[in-house]
């Protein structure tokens, strides 16, 4: 004669903590079967139910044992979704640690990568303006000679050429313009370093006459030899100025490219990972909270520090990426930088193959 369920005798009094927890999840899987119409077989909707009903009736080994058993079937059937990962997702699970960082990053990286594009352009600009002040003032005192101009020195210039007072003229307002232009960068650049620098000329830079007559070609010019070495004057302390900064933002802006941005791009990288990924498990009620996404963060670090050592690495054939975009997928994926330091690794190993043959001696007697 079969007996009910009801007539069964508890054989826990007081049952596992663990027969509750799974119920739970054995139900949250089977509701979630139900609402995306994923047939489930009927032994093992019965064998859940019944569960609950034991849950307050009172626990037997038969009952505990079916509801692990379905409890198996529906994680098997239902994966990659689990009952962990529905409990997060009817949490309504945020995302703001993820975000906080990437702010965090973003404040940082965005001026300081903005800062780097622009001092390294003001830098350009600044030695190419030195070069060619350089060259105009070789060739200003080649034609002119030192002051005062009746001491010019003609004979320096080409067989049957005469000194043209237009060409000089030219040549020396693109002189000053360009001491002009060497000087507006420098003050430009030296917003951007940190400490003050070694301005040559603060006292006129409140006056505009003053600023004028130091950095203009006098009205009337007649004496060009004392106009070229007053403008050599002026260009030399202008030089100072301007590649002083230019060392600087080297020191400064090199520093912050080759160790400090790399590693923030690496871990931005592993932000716009988490949050991708974050994104899909959500809308596949797969996700569940990761204790590795901690580490990950430091493995994208230590990748971002190792890729700040290199100016460029090859991908593929003849294309090169710089440091900062590899080091975005270093943080991104960490898979690439393991893929990459293997393949340094096979180039320092790799070895010519060696004949392990010896020579044949020689069998004839001296």
């Known amino acids: 004669m ?6 069964r005798n508890p054989t826990f009094a007081e049952p596992p903590a663990y027969f509750e927890e799974a119920l739970k999840d054995a139900e949250r899987l089977l509701k979630y079967a139900a609402e995306l119409g994923i047939p489930i077989e009927d ?59 990437s702010i965090c990053l973003a404040a940082f990286i965005v001026p300081f990568s903005v800062a780097s594009f622009v001092t390294s352009a003001i830098s350009t ?104 070495g007053d403008r050599t004057q002026v260009f030399q302390y202008v030089r100072y100025f301007g590649q002083s900064l230019v060392d600087d933002v080297a020191v400064v802006y090199g ?16 932000c716009a990972y988490l949050l991708r990924t974050f994104q899909q498990q959500i809308s596949t009620r797969t996700y569940t909270p990761s204790v590795a996404d901690a580490p990950r963060f430091l493995i994208a670090a230590i990748g971002g520090a ?16 710089p440091p900062l975009a590899i080091a975005f997928l270093v943080g991104y994926a960490v898979d690439v930088f393991f893929a990459f330091l293997e393949g340094m690794l096979q180039k320092f190993t790799r070895t010519n193959p060696v004949s392990s043959t010896p020579p044949a001696a020689d069998s004839r007697k001296a």
């Open 255 to 270: 520093a912050i490219t080759t160790c400090i941005l790399p590693v923030l791009y690496a871990l931005l990288g592993t």
């Open 306 to 321: 190792v890729v700040g050592l290199f100016n460029n690495l090859a991908i593929g054939q003849g294309a090169s990426i």
């Open 43 to 101: 032994h093992t909707r019965d064998h859940i139910l019944q569960a609950r009903a034991a849950s307050v009736a009172g626990w037997d080994e038969e009952t505990a044992g079916k509801l692990l058993a379905a409890l198996g079937k529906l994680a098997a059937q239902l994966k990659p979704v689990t009952a962990e990962s529905l409990k997060v997702w009817s949490g309504k699970p945020r995302v703001k640690k993820y975000w906080i960082v």
């Open 125 to 228: 600009t600044i030695k190419t303006d030195i070069a060619a002040a350089n060259d105009l003032a070789v060739k200003l005192r080649a034609e002119l000679g030192p002051p005062p101009a009746s001491e010019r020195k003609e004979a320096n210039l080409p067989a049957g050429s005469k000194l043209s007072d237009t060409a000089v003229i030219t040549e020396l307002q693109q002189f000053a313009s360009d001491i002009r232009e060497i000087d507006a960068s420098a003050r430009q650049l030296r917003v951007l370093v940190f400490g003050p620098g070694m301005d040559p000329f603060p006292d006129v830079r409140n006056d505009p006459g003053k600023i004028h007559d130091k950095f203009q070609l006098p009205e009337g010019l007649t004496d060009f030899a004392w106009a070229a």
């Open 2 to 7: 079969a007996h009910s369920h009801a007539d």
